[in-house]
């Protein structure tokens, strides 16, 4: 069964402050990986994606790393800001027909001034 | 931010009504997906469709139906809803083929009492 299995569940930093975001993933055949942001009460809007071949994105102070041999990936957001408050969710594209979803429980972040 | 729709944002209903959620997209995206999110808890996919006339089942079993006449426009349909339909529902849509990233609307909360 595919899974994808994110940590912490929740986080709390101080503004200013780095952290990152943990995603393992049982998905196969591998298509992409991306990181969606969730503000309370909306939609998620995706971050970053990656394919099997690359192993690091950045989307301003947003950095996703790709492990394809050990099915990790990170999430490191630098010089945290309030507005980054939100659920971080990992979500796994698994390359088969109809390139389904198989998404995480996602990561809970709240920056505190 | 993405070209994608909901209403109504909140819906409280008694027992036993019959509701319509709506989606519109004006982005011309083929695929189209119902997800429902309970809070603090992962997405799970309750609906999907390829293009017009295209409806199909997703991982999680919903007692809700779906429908694709146009291609912008994926209403969700609960026939009688339960307390056990409260949850928040949200829709996106992606481009068929390549990354397919898909982008979410603001989701609807619903309450049934």
């Known amino acids: 069964k595919n899974q994808v299995e994110q940590s912490p569940q929740s986080l709390i930093i101080l503004e200013g402050k780095n952290c990152t975001l943990q995603c393992n993933y049982t998905v196969s055949p591998f298509s992409n990986l991306r990181w969606y942001k969730q503000d309370t009460g909306r939609g998620p809007v995706s971050l970053t994606i990656?394919?099997?071949?690359?192993n690091t994105k950045s989307n301003g102070r947003y950095t996703a790393t790709l492990d394809a041999d050990t099915k990790q990936s990170s999430l490191h957001i630098t010089a945290s800001q309030l507005s980054d408050s939100a659920s971080y969710i990992c979500?796994?594209?698994?390359?088969?027909?109809?390139?389904?979803?198989?998404f995480g429980g996602g990561t809970r972040l709240m920056v505190k001034p | 931010e993405a070209d994608i729709y909901q209403t109504p944002r909140y819906l409280v209903i008694g027992t036993g009504k019959k509701i319509t959620l709506e989606c519109s997209q004006t982005m011309g995206h083929d695929k189209m997906y119902w997800y429902q999110q309970d809070p603090g808890m992962e997405l799970h996919l309750i609906h999907y469709?390829?293009?017009?006339?295209?409806?199909e089942k997703g991982d999680l079993s919903s007692e809700s139906t779906v429908s694709r006449i146009r291609t912008e426009h994926f209403p969700l349909t609960l026939e009688s809803a339960r307390p056990s339909h409260t949850s928040q529902y949200l829709c996106?849509?992606?481009?068929?083929?390549?990354?397919?990233?898909?982008?979410f609307g603001p989701g609807t909360r619903l309450l049934v009492l």
């Open positions: 996106a849509s992606s481009v068929r083929g390549g990354e397919e990233t898909q982008y």
């Open positions: 469709s390829y293009g017009v006339n295209s409806t």
């Open positions: 979500v796994v594209s698994a390359g088969n027909a109809g390139n389904m979803l198989t």
């Open positions: 990656m394919t099997f071949s690359e």
